[in-house]
């Protein structure tokens, strides 16, 4: 590839990071009903067939973004899990991790995990950030336990519900710790994570 050949693709690879930054920042600032296509190409400074060069509209752009979330919430989850030193702990850590994340970007927290997508979940084409993410919940869980996907599911699942009801008011944001706290209790406390024996 000649010289020029890598800048214009270094330039396009900027162009690119370019919108889906812009596009998040816009989205946490007004809401995704504020990003279109037309406001977008006016940030960036592009026009919009530069930006339809990129993505093919507003649904490929908020996909790009879901990405970009998943391994931010991946590495923030493992993070957290590593530097628990007991798994009650550190399921603890990672939920509390995972509802800080989503309390703390809502609009991508949404693009990610509440409005309409084409990502792939629970299926061969599931993005590896978005299983990686989901990996750090099971390993939360004693490799003894043959339901330790099962308990990764219902965590999120819990967490999901915890996050989306807090965030549209619909149950009070200020006792999230205490819903922590007893998801913990009951999820560490069960007859799989406290046994020593496999079932």
Known sequence: MSAISKR???????????????ARELAEAEGWEAVTTRRLADRVEYSQPVLYSHFNGKDAIMS????????????????????????PQALHAVCRAYLEFASEQPALYQAMFVLPTDVKFGHAETPPALRAGFDEFVNCF????????????????ALHGMAVLSESGRIPPDRQPERLDFLVTQIAGSRHETSHHRS
């Open 8 to 22: 214009r693709e270094r330039e396009r690879a900027q162009r690119h990071q370019l919108i889906i930054t812009t």
């Open 64 to 87: 790009a973004v879901a990405l970009e979330g998943f391994g931010e919430l991946a590495d923030r989850l493992r993070h957290a899990r590593l530097a628990a030193p007991e798994p």
């Open 142 to 157: 004693r490799p003894d336990n043959p339901r330790r996907e099962l308990f990764a599911e219902v965590t999120w699942s």
